[in-house]
């Protein structure tokens, strides 16, 4: 267990996609790692609390159904937002304590977070119309 939260540390420091043009800061493209996955309660409160974006985070499982069509249509979506939200994704098999810590009683249940703070919340599958205005919403547009 230890080894494979150290191997997914370790993949999601490794950069992706076009190296950054001189100049410029890593990772500063709108488009790029809008979307990650948790790896520990740490992690969460580094990239999810503490952001300075807003975040939707998509509590999941593997073996949900449902969760395999709203996770990548919100993706999708939250990749449209260039840069204005990002998207963290967290296994409620993998981080049980965080799915009750943020009660969540049912799969896929997805937050919207502000400066820490959860501002928004629903359960279940919605279509893009809902997820945009969703979305809209939380970063005020």
């Not at 965080?98 to 049912?106: F, Q, T």
Request: glycine content about 8%.
């Amino acid at each position: 267990m230890a080894q494979r939260l150290a191997l997914r540390r370790l993949l999601s420091l490794t950069p992706r996609g076009p190296p950054a043009p001189p100049g410029r800061a890593f990772g500063t493209s709108a488009g790029r790692r809008s979307t990650f996955n948790v790896q520990d309660g740490s992690d969460f409160q580094d990239r999810v609390v503490n952001s300075p974006k807003p975040v939707v985070v998509d509590f999941h499982a593997q073996w949900c159904g449902p969760c395999k069509i709203l996770g990548p249509r919100l993706e999708k979506m939250v990749a449209k937002q260039e840069g204005k939200v990002v998207m963290a994704k967290v296994d409620i098999d993998d981080h049980t304590d965080l799915a009750i810590e943020y009660e969540v009683s049912a799969v896929p249940t997805v937050l919207a977070m502000k400066n820490g703070d959860v501002v928004d919340k629903f359960v279940g599958i919605k279509d893009e119309d809902q997820l945009e205005a969703f979305l809209k919403k939380l970063i005020g547009a």
